[in-house]
């Protein structure tokens, strides 16, 4: 009896032992350290770039992820580049959304035809470059130059060269041509200055803002807190530097002035964009791009790499109130989020409204009683004397466009930027606000607050590949509220009544809110 009790035992123990020994490699398993969101999204996004029909490759060609930036609702949107040979297909971008669980939501592809092309130009690189720099009145710099496939209904191997100068029309131009790498035809040319318009010294005195301290009894205008942005002056590329942290005289002729204003706009876009709507800075890495003042033009622009402000016609003010500083680093939002700046008057005015959006909701975030928050463009400066250059809630009150049609892909961008900025104003404050909105089909429109409204507008840009038009835009903006905010909310309803009353029709796929 003992015997046999003392085998139960043993045999019980040898069963332990089993289990003993199995508990550890499920522990191991089950314990194994959870990779973060973004990692899975990632991750999750690489796996359907590799294996989805959706995001199907041709021979020889390669989606590459440039980049993973987080959304609202918790999703991720990563971008991807195609090549072709080892060479970059302009046009040929991709976006995958997931969530940080590591599943896909969806996926999105710039259109192009098949590629099946011969790498070896018989046009030679000089060449292309003399065809490039004819472009330009004068070329100031010749940044690069590169064989690319440029994608399309009929993809073309193509040198892609970056002058930079002065245009025929005598305004500054920072050129991306596209040149035949055969014959030499100019096959499109992109051009990164996007101009607007301004004023100074708008936000009262004293106003708080970053500056650097450099530890040997001087400060300079560079932001300490928001790597990349700083102000200086255009004439020697420098930032104003002094021996105490109290900067201009609140003159409009002032330039040390406008950097004040530049750099309390700025700071409090990157603010608005980290508070409303989660993005790391201006260039969604956690990095922003130098301004510089005293630009002698009526004008001010973003060229790609940086911006710049001139001054009103009468040169009593300089071009910095905070909708056209929010509007220029507004085009670098636009250009740093997926798909880039793109080309064509549609795509421009999109852009062109991207920028009138987002100094609406840096005017929104900062609420300054002495700019207050509105959503007018430009109404400070008087630029030539005529008051705002755009209405965004009535845009034809400046001869643009209220509605779309299929006249907007020919449309200068400054116009064809109407309808979009007249449906943010119809989706953030409605139909029947302060002022009345008119709708292009007679439909009232409720408003959901300029922050959702942002919010959806922003998640939507995420979507975004490099033939971005109106269409695109509504079906991009629907899919980013019926995300941000599900269960047939206001929201999603309000988002599709405000594009159908611009007049941009629901597109096939449109998911119902």
């Known amino acids: 009896m003992n015997r046999k009790r003392g085998m139960r035992v043993g045999l019980a123990l040898t069963a332990g032992l089993a289990v003993a020994l199995a508990v550890p490699a499920q522990s191991a398993q089950a314990f194994q350290p959870v990779a973060p969101p973004d990692v899975l999204a990632a991750q999750a996004a690489d796996q359907a770039v590799a294996t989805s029909p959706a995001l199907a490759k041709g021979a020889d060609q390669v989606l590459l992820r440039a980049s993973t930036t987080p959304g609202g609702a918790g999703l991720y949107y990563s971008a991807y580049q195609r090549t072709y040979r080892g060479l970059e297909v302009v046009g040929g971008d991709a976006v995958v959304v997931t969530d940080g669980k590591g599943v896909v939501r969806d996926t999105m592809t710039a259109r192009t035809d098949n590629i099946n092309l011969n790498v070896m130009p018989t046009l030679s690189k000089s060449a292309a470059e003399a065809v490039a720099r004819s472009q330009l009145s004068k070329v100031e710099q010749m940044f690069s130059r590169k064989l690319v496939v440029l994608a399309g209904d009929s993809p073309v191997l193509a040198y892609a060269i970056n002058v930079a100068g002065v245009s025929k029309e005598n305004a500054p131009a920072n050129l ?13 040319v992109r051009n990164d200055v996007h101009e607007g318009t301004g004023n100074s010294f708008y936000n009262g005195n004293p106003v708080a803002i970053q500056t650097r301290n450099n530890g040997n009894g001087t400060f300079s205008t560079v932001d300490p807190t928001r790597p990349g942005i700083s102000c200086g002056q255009v004439s020697n590329r420098q930032v104003f530097t002094g021996n105490d942290d109290n900067w201009g005289n609140g003159t409009g002729t002032s330039l040390e002035t406008a950097c004040v204003d530049v750099l309390y706009d700025v700071q409090h876009e990157w603010d608005m964009l980290r508070t409303f709507l989660g993005r790391n800075g201006i260039n969604g890495q956690g990095r922003g791009f130098p301004a510089f003042v005293g630009l002698n033009q009526v004008n001010a622009f973003w060229n790609g790499r940086e911006t710049q402000f001139g001054h009103s016609q009468d040169n009593r003010r300089q071009a910095t109130p905070m909708d056209v500083v929010g509007h220029e680093f507004g085009h670098a ?13 549609e795509n421009g005015g999109l852009n062109e409204s991207n920028g009138d959006i987002f100094g609406a909701l840096t005017e929104a975030f900062a609420n300054n009683p002495n700019d207050p928050p509105d959503f007018q463009v430009g109404e400070e400066v008087n630029l030539v004397g005529q008051g705002p250059i755009r209405f965004m809630y009535n845009p034809s009150l400046a001869g643009d466009p209220n509605c779309f049609s299929n006249q907007i892909p020919n449309t200068e961008v400054h116009a064809a930027a109407g309808p979009q900025n007249h449906m943010f104003y119809l989706l953030s404050q409605g139909s029947n606000a302060n002022p009345a909105s008119p709708t292009c ?4 429109v409720t408003g959901i607050g300029i922050r959702a409204a942002g919010q959806i507008y922003y998640n939507g840009l995420l979507r975004k590949t490099s033939g971005w038009n109106y269409r695109a835009a509504r079906l991009a903006t629907v899919q980013a509220a019926r995300a941000l905010f599900p269960n047939n909310s206001q929201q999603c309803r309000s988002t599709k009544a405000a594009w159908s009353a611009i007049s941009v029709p629901a597109s096939a796929g449109e998911p119902a809110c």
């Open 176 to 188: 991306h041509v596209f040149v035949d790498a055969h014959n030499g035809a100019v096959l499109d």
């Open 333 to 345: 939002i636009f250009q740093t989020t997926p798909g880039g700046a793109g080309s064509g008057n």
């Open 441 to 444: 089909n007679g439909s009232t």
